[in-house]
C-alpha cells in the first residue's frame, strides 16, 4: 500500500487557550498516519527518522472532521520518504480546507531495532514523479541547514 488515509472527529483532550487543537496533537496525527503506510509498504515495523518542511495553514477545532493522508513518495534499502497532508472542516459541510503538510522518513526495523531492506517502490505518474523530487528536495534542504 503505498498511501494510507484516516478519517477521525477531532475530540477536545487538550485544546489550546484558543479552543483549538494543539499543534502537536496534529503533528502526533501525521505522524501516526505516516508510521501506518510506511509500515503497511515494508510488512514490519517503521521508526520515526525524519519529520519536516511543517507549515500549519489554520487551526483545528474540536468538533471537526480530520483527514490525514500519507503518500510513499520514494524508498531507499531501507527507508522510505513520504508526503503527509493533514485537512479539516465542519463535518456538516464536509468541505475539508488544508491544516498542515510535511515531509517525513521512515526506517523499516527488524526486531533488534537494526535497518531491514524494503521493497523498491518507484513513481510512474508525473504526479508520483513531481511529489518525489519535492520531497527529497525538502529533505535535502533540512540536511544543508543541520
Known sequence: M???TLRFLASCGAPSASGCI????VLLWA???GLACASAWAHCACATA???STSFL???RPGDLVEVEARLAFTGSSSMGLAIEVRAGSIQSR???PVTH?????AAVDEAGQPRAVDTWMPETPGDIALAQRVKAHIEAARAAQ
Open 58 to 60: 489554520r487551526p483545528v
Open 22 to 25: 494543539q499543534g502537536g496533537t
Open 2 to 4: 503505498h498511501s494510507i
Open 102 to 106: 510535511c515531509v517525513a522518513v521512515y
Open 31 to 33: 505522524d501516526e498516519a
Open 50 to 52: 525524519f519529520v519536516g
Open 95 to 97: 468541505e475539508l480546507q
